[in-house]
Nanobody
């Protein structure tokens, strides 16, 4: 399994932007299908966005489509989530996740992801 580290969370006002970053620890090369999920207090972990190994295909949840952008830089070994026009309902802990190596299909199902980060808190005030 790959150990993942998220960064970039914080407290912002509604309408602001944040950029989350995910990187594997120890400089491990990472070309897995990657996803971002989030979990709000009292709710289950929900899919946000996912990207295939070369960045050529992306999928978004309806709630963030048009506002969030997932991207990756395989040379830098990072995956990012650019979040614009943030809303209070985007408040959650955001998790980066990786599908198993050699799996090429993007999935919205969290059970399809093997490696997870510890999460980074995003709080959007109204």
């Amino acid at each position: 399994q790959v150990q993942l580290i998220e960064s970039g969370g914080g407290l912002v006002q509604a309408g602001a932007s944040l950029r989350l970053l995910c990187a594997p620890s120890g400089g491990t090369s990472m070309t897995n299908v990657m996803g971002w999920f989030r979990q709000a207090p009292g709710k289950g972990r929900e899919f946000v966005a996912a990207i295939n190994w070369d960045g050529g295909a992306t999928v978004y949840s309806d709630s963030v489509k048009g506002r969030f952008t997932i991207s990756r830089d395989n040379a830098e070994n990072t995956v990012s989530l650019q979040m614009n026009s943030l809303k209070p309902e985007d408040t959650a802990v955001y998790y980066c996740a990786a599908r198993p190596a050699r799996v090429t299909v993007i999935s919205r199902d969290r059970t399809g992801y093997r490696s997870w980060g510890q999460g980074t808190q995003v709080t959007v005030s109204s």
